[in-house]
């Protein structure tokens, strides 16, 4: 699928609210990412844009990226080292398969923000909001690449 016939069919805004509410209540970080390319190791294109998008750089290491590739139908969502060692593979593979039931069945905001909501409870449960935690800026929330 073409990336611009699949952003239409994303809500940004009801996307940006979940991940609003999701950061409100961590320290953590997630980020959404749609690739404007193929990406047939949707893993290692998530691992690559975590590094350049400097969030291997949070001082916790507890974000999260959401890295979806319409041309090439897939999906990946990736944790920081802090965040996996505290949940493992078996989190991700049941978070990427909810969401790709969702997906499945083209309902691609439901699935993104079941996934941002699971995330986010993830890292509120281990990495609670402090005062001088800082949400992501809009922009950078919710990114075509």
Not at 102 to 112: E, H, N, P
């Amino acid at each position: 699928m073409n990336w611009r016939l699949f952003m239409p069919r994303i809500d940004h805004d009801r996307v940006l609210a979940a991940i609003r509410a999701a950061e409100a209540k961590t320290s953590g970080e997630i980020r959404v990412l749609v690739a404007r390319h193929k990406a047939p190791d949707p893993i290692a294109a998530a691992q690559a844009y975590f590094e350049r998008m400097g969030m291997a750089k949070s001082p916790n290491r507890n974000g999260v990226l959401i890295f979806l590739a319409p041309l090439s139908r897939r999906f990946a969502v990736i944790g920081d080292k802090a965040v996996h060692e505290k949940c493992g593979d078996a989190f991700w593979a049941d978070l990427a398969e909810a969401m790709g039931e969702r997906f499945r069945r083209k309902a691609f905001t439901d699935g993104l923000v079941h996934g941002i909501e699971r995330a986010g409870d993830l890292l509120a449960s281990t990495f609670p909001r402090s005062g001088g935690d800082a949400p992501a800026r809009d922009s950078e929330a919710l990114e075509i690449e």
